[in-house]
């Protein structure tokens, strides 16, 4: 097994504090990868600063907002949100933060395999 301190991580994933994984982010770094099983799970924690310029993604994902409040767009859809809120993205849709508080911080649980993008299922 690869050592904690080589991949960056804790020395156990049994827990990683919202302070501890906040206090590696940064305005040039809004992302903080925490724990990673390949195709399985990705957990992150998400703090961006201005404006969310996150694309669709490969995989379902969930964000569980831990601090902040604001609104979530995804596809047509928007939605108020604040801390505890669960949102559920599937893969290539389109989503964003489109207003947040200074605080907004949210977990983001990636899960599953990553899927064919849709024009390229369509052309099979």
Not at 10 to 27: E, F, G, H, K
Not at 98 to 108: A, I, L, P, Q, R
Request: glycine share 8%; charged share 25%; aromatic share 12%.
């Amino acid at each position: 097994m690869t050592s904690a301190a080589t991949k960056g991580m804790q020395a156990s994933d049994i827990q990683v504090t919202l302070a501890a994984a906040a206090a590696r982010l940064s305005a040039q770094n809004p992302f903080n990868v925490v724990f990673d099983r390949g195709d399985d799970i990705s957990v992150e924690l998400y703090a961006p600063v201005g404006r969310d310029n996150q694309t669709p993604h490969e995989r379902d994902e969930l964000y569980i907002v831990a601090s902040g409040h604001g609104t979530f767009s995804r596809g047509d859809e928007l939605v108020s949100f604040g801390p505890g809120d669960l949102l559920y993205v599937p893969a290539y849709v389109p989503h964003r933060f489109e207003t947040f508080s200074d605080d907004f911080k949210t977990w983001v649980i990636f899960y599953g395999p990553k899927r064919t993008a849709p024009r390229e299922r369509d052309a099979v």
